[in-house]
């Protein structure tokens, strides 16, 4: 088992063990999805919105996770107080922009809560991430759709570019998974094209990565293991599943997670480490 397989491991059994509560202020096409997931993997979900209460639930949760997925102006305001609550209590706040730079109400959305709140990890695909930082991809609803900038060494200086601009981890999912602080970079290599069938399958990802994040503050290592893991359920799901159909692997996938113990990355997950050059990218 290598260093990063085995430093991964160590995480998924915290998880196991110590059942982390993960606060989800997600959208409505994910909800059930999001919580059955996070409960196959062995975390606590909630998912409360109300201002009146949100943020005492972020407070006592082991992260929060705020998903524009479906978002108005009263979600956003209780996504601020939630995001300042745990920034106060020393919970980590990850934000999942969906859609940035299909509207402006989103990517405006977006970028305020980026500006209220300390965000400890900011997950999305390429086009959303760009809209970030003021670059445009082109975006077809909630799906980057610009396959013509979707290399990896462009997702890769992306994400540089874009955990330099914003102060913080930020992850690119795609073919293959970058996460980076902007210094240190891991892509992650694996899972199955099926992830891009089943709705809320990067939503769950996000709060998958609340799960790992709350148990572990090197947010880089805590990412690297909620995208490792995440891959492996999708791999091994999509092995039962190949003759079948997203249903059948939407299932299965939660099956896997369920079933993720601490040898579940070999031979189904690869990491590949890099440092950052003083303009961004790999070196």
């Known amino acids: 088992m290598s260093t990063w397989e085995k430093d991964c491991s160590e995480l998924l059994t915290k998880v196991h063990n110590s059942n982390p509560l993960v606060h989800n202020m997600t959208n409505v096409v994910v909800t059930n999805f999001t919580a059955n997931g996070l409960y196959a993997l062995g975390a606590s979900p909630v998912m409360a ?29 209780a996504m601020i107080i939630a995001g300042q609550s745990a920034n106060a209590h020393g919970v980590p706040v990850l934000l999942d922009p969906v859609g940035a730079g299909a509207t402006r109400f989103r990517t405006e959305s977006a970028l305020r809560i980026l500006s209220e ?16 930082i003021g670059e445009t991809r082109q ?30 981890i930020v992850v690119i999912t795609g073919k ?32 998958v990565l609340g799960a790992f994040a709350a148990v572990e503050p090197n947010l880089l290592l805590a990412g690297t ?59």
């Open 49 to 77: 919105y109300a201002p009146e209460e949100v943020a005492d639930m972020a407070k006592v949760a082991g992260a929060v996770v705020l998903n524009i997925g479906t978002l108005n102006r009263e979600l956003v305001e």
């Open 139 to 168: 975006i077809k609803g909630v799906d980057g759709g610009d396959r013509s900038h979707s290399s990896k060494s462009s997702n890769v200086d992306l994400a540089v570019r874009a955990a330099r601009t914003l102060y913080t």
């Open 117 to 132: 709140v300390n965000i400890s990890m900011v997950r999305g695909n390429a086009a959303e991430i760009a809209h970030l």
């Open 225 to 283: 293991a909620g995208l490792g893991f995440y891959s492996a359920a999708a791999s091994r799901a999509a092995a039962r599943t190949a003759a079948l159909g997203p249903g059948s692997f939407q299932i299965a996938f939660l099956d896997e997670l369920a079933k993720l113990h601490t040898g579940s990355l070999e031979g189904h997950v690869s990491v590949r480490e890099a440092r950052a050059g003083a303009a961004g990218g790999a070196r």
């Open 176 to 207: 293959e998974d970058v996460i980076t602080d902007g210094s240190n970079i891991r892509t992650v290599c694996g899972g199955d094209a099926l992830l891009t069938k089943v709705t809320g399958a990067g939503c769950l990802l996000t709060s």
